[in-house]
């Protein structure tokens, strides 16, 4: 599964779970907190997005995953999945 496979699934899962269209992200914001107020997730979010990019990708976050990365931000989540599909 290559980065634009892995980036269409994860904007597909924020679409259906949390309204957010991120096509309409600005470059900028791939690399701010998805809790910053301008992109409007809540911290409970960032929890059923942990669930169902595991459910969704077929893999197990480690707690050094969440602890090494940023989990609040979409690029670094993006890099964090492709480390573990790959």
Known sequence: MDKKDIEC????IFKKKFFLDLDKMRKEEENM?????SIGMMPRDLLTLFFELQECFEIKFEEKDILEKRFDCYSDIVS??????S
């Open 80 to 85: 964090l999945i492709e480390e573990k599909v």
């Open 9 to 12: 699934k994860i904007k597909e």
């Open 33 to 37: 907190s998805m809790l910053d107020p």
